[in-house]
């Protein structure tokens, strides 16, 4: 996961589940819609300011955990 605050444009995530049964995850930055994604998300042409991602697991039932994994950032480019 990256830092509370990046200097730069994009940022990579990598989480993990625990049930045996896991299928895949659906991940939602700020107010997008939610897509489906794999354990490794990049995220490109970000605009400075804060910035949450959520990550909800699903299972082979398509049942999807209660309450997303939750990580907060904000992207600040300096200034050159």
């Given at each position: 996961?990256?830092?509370?605050?990046?200097h730069?444009?994009?940022?990579?995530?990598?989480?993990?589940?625990k049930?045996?049964t896991?299928?895949?995850?659906?991940?939602r930055l700020?107010?997008?819609?939610?897509?489906?994604?794999s354990?490794?998300?990049?995220?490109?042409?970000?605009?400075?300011?804060?910035?949450?991602?959520?990550?909800?697991a699903?299972?082979?039932?398509?049942?999807q955990?209660?309450?997303?994994?939750v990580?907060?950032?904000?992207?600040?480019?300096?200034?050159?």
């Amino acid at each position: 996961a990256p830092p509370k605050v990046v200097h730069k444009r994009s940022v990579r995530f990598k989480f993990s589940g625990k049930a045996a049964t896991l299928l895949l995850f659906k991940c939602r930055l700020d107010r997008q819609k939610p897509v489906n994604c794999s354990n490794k998300i990049s995220v490109k042409r970000l605009s400075t300011g804060k910035h949450t991602l959520r990550v909800w697991a699903l299972d082979q039932t398509g049942k999807q955990s209660k309450r997303p994994a939750v990580r907060s950032f904000k992207v600040k480019i300096r200034r050159r």
